[in-house]
Nanobody, 123 residues
């Protein structure tokens, strides 16, 4: 399974960005796609996941109501719409694929990772 994240950039506080994760390879083995982020000197934190079968979604409290994860079957992408951004959201954002059905919020359980895309929110 290969993943490639894109869509990062520089945005002002209150602005929006849409990240996209292109998923290819043996996607039939993948149960969920997750988005994570990692600030400088910080741990890699869970943001959201979507299951590829039922389309179930789940969000971290820090982004609930501002971020939306969705799947575009035609494009084979999983997108992350980010609204009401603040400097706290500045980080490198990663998408990842999880083959198993448990621990979907744990970065350590994800099997494949994209290269990351930088999001910078200016004040």
């Amino acid at each position: 399974v290969q993943l490639q994240a894109s869509g990062g950039g520089l945005v002002q506080t209150g602005g929006s960005l849409r990240l996209s994760c292109a998923v290819s390879g043996r996607t039939s083995d993948v149960h969920a796609i997750g988005w994570f982020r990692q600030g400088v000197g910080e741990d890699r934190d869970f943001i959201a996941f979507i299951t590829l079968t039922g389309g179930s979604t789940y969000y971290a409290d820090t982004v609930k109501g501002r971020f939306t994860i969705s799947r575009d079957r035609a494009k084979n992408t999983v997108d992350l719409q980010m609204n009401e951004l603040t400097p706290v959201d500045t980080a490198v954002y990663y998408c990842a694929a999880r083959l198993g059905r448990t621990y979907l919020t744990s970065s350590r359980q994800y099997n494949f990772w994209g290269q990351g895309t930088q999001v910078t929110v200016s004040s």
